[in-house]
């Protein structure tokens, strides 16, 4: 079953800022294998990207909320 907004929205206001920068460091080195290997040949998911870099966004917000 996919998380809903809400609940990933409250998952993130219980974590800590360390472990949001960590989980932000590996959201951002998926994004980047992911743009990388889009360039050799089409993905199979493509709303992948768009999926992680809305993650991010809602990282980054908490941590600039902290």
């Known amino acids: 079953m ?3 907004k809400k609940e990933m929205s409250e998952n993130l ?3 800590k ?3 949001l920068k960590a989980k ?3 959201l951002q080195e ?3 294998v ?3 290997k889009a360039g050799g040949s ?3 998911n493509v709303k992948e990207t768009a ?3 809305k993650q991010v966004a809602r990282i980054l917000t908490e941590i600039n909320n902290k």
Request: aromatic share 4%.
């Open 2 to 4: 996919a998380k809903t």
């Open 13 to 15: 206001k219980g974590m």
């Open 17 to 19: 800022k360390e472990e």
């Open 24 to 26: 932000l460091l590996v």
């Open 30 to 32: 998926e994004i980047r």
């Open 34 to 36: 992911i743009r990388f």
């Open 42 to 44: 089409k993905s199979k």
């Open 51 to 53: 999926s992680l870099k």
